[in-house]
């Protein structure tokens, strides 16, 4: 892949779980909530839906995996994380709503 597609698609996935996080932090008045969402959940039932069982290995599954394929993650995960910072800042600044 390029470097445009593969900023554009870290970048989305930043924006995406921000923007998740920031609406499911004011909905349940949660603080680091979709962060361990992100982690607990929906890292390992992505790569538990894609993982041929019958003819590699876990460790071979998770070694074929491209960078482009982490830095998704990892951007998904700053996201997440970044949603709680910014939750717990607003509040410490007095908004309630949040």
Same mark, same amino acid.
């Given at each position: 892949?390029?470097? +445009?597609?593969?900023?554009?698609? &870290? %970048?989305?996935? =930043?924006?995406?779980?921000?923007? +998740?996080?920031? +609406?499911?932090?004011?909905?349940? /008045?949660?603080?680091? =909530?979709? $962060?361990?969402?992100?982690?607990?959940?929906? *890292?390992? %039932?992505? %790569?538990? #839906?894609?993982? !041929?069982?019958? #003819?590699?290995?876990?460790?071979?599954? *998770?070694?074929?995996?491209?960078?482009? !394929?982490?830095?998704?993650? $990892? &951007?998904?995960? $700053?996201? $997440?994380? *970044? #949603?709680?910072?910014? +939750?717990?800042?607003?509040? *410490?600044?007095?908004? /309630?709503?949040?």
């Amino acid at each position: 892949m390029g470097f +445009i597609p593969v900023f554009v698609l &870290a %970048v989305l996935f =930043f924006v995406m779980m921000f923007g +998740i996080g920031f +609406i499911l932090n004011m909905l349940m /008045k949660t603080t680091w =909530f979709p $962060a361990y969402l992100f982690v607990l959940v929906m *890292l390992p %039932v992505v %790569v538990y #839906s894609i993982w !041929d069982r019958s #003819s590699v290995t876990l460790w071979e599954h *998770l070694s074929s995996f491209h960078p482009v !394929d982490y830095l998704t993650g $990892a &951007a998904g995960l $700053a996201g $997440a994380v *970044l #949603s709680g910072w910014t +939750i717990r800042r607003l509040r *410490l600044g007095g908004y /309630k709503m949040f």
